[in-house]
């Protein structure tokens, strides 16, 4: 049945993607979101910690009535990208007036050590996406081994150093920080979850090992050590034997590794803290030390796919310097540095347009100002015929696999939450596309 309207392919199923196409099914656009895994909600559901159980609940209620909306039609298991299922311009091909990319951050950043490929080594995301269940990574082998350095001291290496801590049961864990205690980037409630387990007397002659270099910058150690010991402070016991110590002022200059290919040390070079326009930086010195690993998971931020097909400044899709489409002061639409030009009918949000900026409630604004933006857009082009059977109809035949649908993807949940109640789980989820598939009843279509 043909309706004329305007219609946006919303890319990714996240909270920006998510709120994005909520505000703009609200002002009488057709939505398609196309995401690359079966179910949607993204870093919110494979993101999260994974017992963080009724943090998930609320964000997936708040999805549920986003994809019940009347102007919204969900499309899972569809990849886009240069080599992808659907590139972006058979997007435009398939009559989609305005593209809102909101893929999130795909790819995952390194620092180019030596060693980097050595056996013990990964990303961070690698292990949130393994111990979430989102295939493929829910099916890789982790061999994480008994002593772990991780790269980074936000969150996500609080996550990292719970998991390690209470789930793995490793013997030490390492975090790494090229800055001082007080550059630290986790948030209080993250750090108790695992505290408990911080080597306080260690803490302290870390503290003294870098404490000339702190004073150099008008920082105090004391008040360095306050400030530490205090957010953990009343932290409960994890039940894990594990021992957890801080490195800071260190940058990591190299892996180490043994005959095997696996790793079996990080080297770092001392730093020192410098002042530039208010803000501390590390400066390296040149003296270095070794640190006994076997393991080093990098918790340093992520990037975006480089090969998904929009141009690329820093770590993010460029967007336009000077847009025609303004938001709160923010630029949402896609750019070509190299021509100087906005590309046409496309727009970035959420970590697509900022990586690794913010959580759940930041993704959201993020996206429903998108949404503002390509409204505005859409206010300079004619309505369409919009025809979403037909339109569907062709995605199925050019995707040649299994499409999934919001319909399926409740069944899906049925299906896990039914699997939770019988084994006495809080959460159950399937840990491979093929086993979800065929919860669905699609696995004979694929």
Do not use: C
Request: glycine letters at 10%; zero cysteines.
């Amino acid at each position: 049945m043909n309706e004329k309207g305007y219609l946006v392919a919303v890319i990714g199923a996240g909270p920006a993607g998510l709120y994005a196409a909520r505000v703009l099914a609200q002002k009488g656009a057709h939505v398609v979101i196309f995401n690359r895994d079966i179910k949607p909600g993204g870093l919110a559901e494979y993101g999260i910690y994974h017992d963080k159980h009724k943090m998930k609940a609320g964000l997936r209620k708040q999805f549920h009535r986003i994809l019940d909306m009347p102007g919204i039609t969900y499309l899972g298991h569809i990849t886009i990208g240069q080599q992808g299922d659907l590139t972006l311009d058979d997007l435009k091909e398939l009559g989609f007036q305005a593209i809102l990319v909101t893929t999130g951050a795909q790819g995952t950043k390194s620092l180019g050590l030596p060693g980097e490929d050595l056996e013990g080594v990964y990303h961070a995301k690698e292990i949130v996406y393994h111990y979430n269940h989102l295939p493929p990574y829910s099916q890789m082998e982790f061999k994480i081994g008994r002593k772990v350095g991780i790269i980074g001291v936000g969150n996500v290496m609080a996550d990292i150093a719970t998991y390690l801590i209470k789930d793995l049961k490793v013997d030490e864990v390492y975090a790494i920080a090229r800055r001082g205690p007080f550059e630290v980037k986790f948030d209080k409630k993250e750090f108790k979850r695992f505290a408990h387990n911080l080597d306080v007397q260690d803490f302290e002659k870390e503290i003294e090992r870098i404490a000339d270099r702190l004073r150099k910058v008008g920082q105090d150690p004391e008040e360095a050590k306050r400030f530490i010991l205090g957010m953990a402070e009343g932290a409960p016991e994890t039940g894990s034997p594990t021992v957890f110590r801080f490195r800071f002022l260190s940058s990591p200059k190299r892996i180490l590794g043994d005959e095997q290919g696996r790793v079996r040390a990080l080297e770092l070079e001392d730093t020192e803290l410098v002042l530039e326009n208010g803000r501390t930086k590390a400066k390296r010195l040149g003296t270095t030390y070794t640190l006994d690993v076997d393991t080093v998971i990098f918790s340093i931020g992520d990037r975006v796919d480089p090969n998904f097909g929009l141009p690329l400044e820093w770590n993010a899709y460029a967007t336009n310097p000077n847009p025609r489409f303004p938001v709160e002061g923010t630029s949402y639409e896609a750019y070509d540095p190299e021509t100087g030009q906005p590309i046409e009918g496309i727009f970035v949000a959420g970590w697509a347009r900022q990586p690794s900026t913010g959580l759940v409630g930041t993704a959201r604004k993020d996206g429903e100002n998108a949404a503002q933006a390509v409204w505005q857009y859409l206010q300079t082009l004619e309505p369409v015929d919009v025809d979403l059977d037909a339109l569907l109809e062709t995605i199925r035949k050019r995707v040649q696999k299994p499409v999934i649908t919001w319909e399926d993807v409740k069944r899906l949940e049925a299906v896990e939450q039914e699997e939770a109640r019988r084994r006495g789980l809080p959460e159950f989820k399937f840990d491979s596309n093929e086993a979800m598939l065929q919860a669905m009843g699609l696995l004979e279509h694929a």
